[in-house]
């Protein structure tokens, strides 16, 4: 009994200990003072091209001890979009004893441009063993972060009229998220031709007309480049397309040779 007792002392002790450095360590007296940064007033609007320095344009940070230390601001986070799409960036510093200062600057894009979800190969596919796999079909750019292709999510996959439809989402860092549904065709038999095209979704006005082999980048037989041979050979339907009233539409080219080689792809066309 008193064993226990005493190994609950020593726990007790050790604890009450801890918490002692944890508390001194939060509550240590501060070294000199705290650093000043000065942040000229109102809302800085800029590109959403602009870098580190457009956005410490104008800031200023000094410190009693140290001096001017302007060249020590960092960027430390970037909010979401609040109200008229405004952005509040957190600057911060630190003096040579380690004490940090930091404030917030309003900031306003002057040309962003919600993300954009678009194809990167064509949506057609044997199998897939779960629906985010049809991840590997979609890449994403985002006008503040560059590349954003690893945040795109399945979040759907639906039957219509027998054909399927996936439902893709992303979201940059502005909190600003786009969806995008594409319809995906099952094929069973397996390809031996590949055709590349240098778009496989693309955006065009009413009026203007399509020719779809002129999206024909390469197509190869196993590894062997055969554009020069087998480009005119595609099947393209329709063979040329013209956009008459808004909507989103598609062009199969089916390709498949005297020696049984088969390759199919599709552009899709959204008419703004």
Known sequence: MMRKIGKYLLVMVLVVAYGFYIYTNDHQKMK??????????GVLKLSTSANKNDVLSGVTASDQEDGDITNKLFIENESAFGENNIRQVTIGVFDKDDNLT?????????????????????????????????ADYVKAYSSVDGDISSRVSVVREYLENDN???T???????????RE????DSI?????????????LIHVNKGETVRPLNYVDEIKVGSIDQTAVLKDKINCT??????KQK??????YKLMTRDDDYGVTKLVIIVD
């Open 181 to 184: 549904t594409f319809k995906a």
């Open 188 to 200: 069973t038999k397996n390809q031996t031709i590949s055709i590349s095209l240098k778009e496989y």
């Open 164 to 166: 399927t439809y996936v």
């Open 102 to 134: 930091r404030v917030t600057r309003s900031i306003q894009y002057t040309d962003y441009q919600k993300p954009v979800i678009t194809l990167k190969k064509a949506l057609i596919f044997t199998y897939v063993s779960s629906k985010a796999q049809f």
């Open 168 to 178: 893709f989402q992303v979201k940059d860092s502005t909190g600003t998220r786009t």
């Open 238 to 243: 329709p063979a040329t397309f013209t956009a």
């Open 247 to 252: 909507g989103t539409y598609e062009i199969f």
């Open 32 to 41: 000199g003072h705290k650093p000043v940064i000065n942040v000229p007033s």
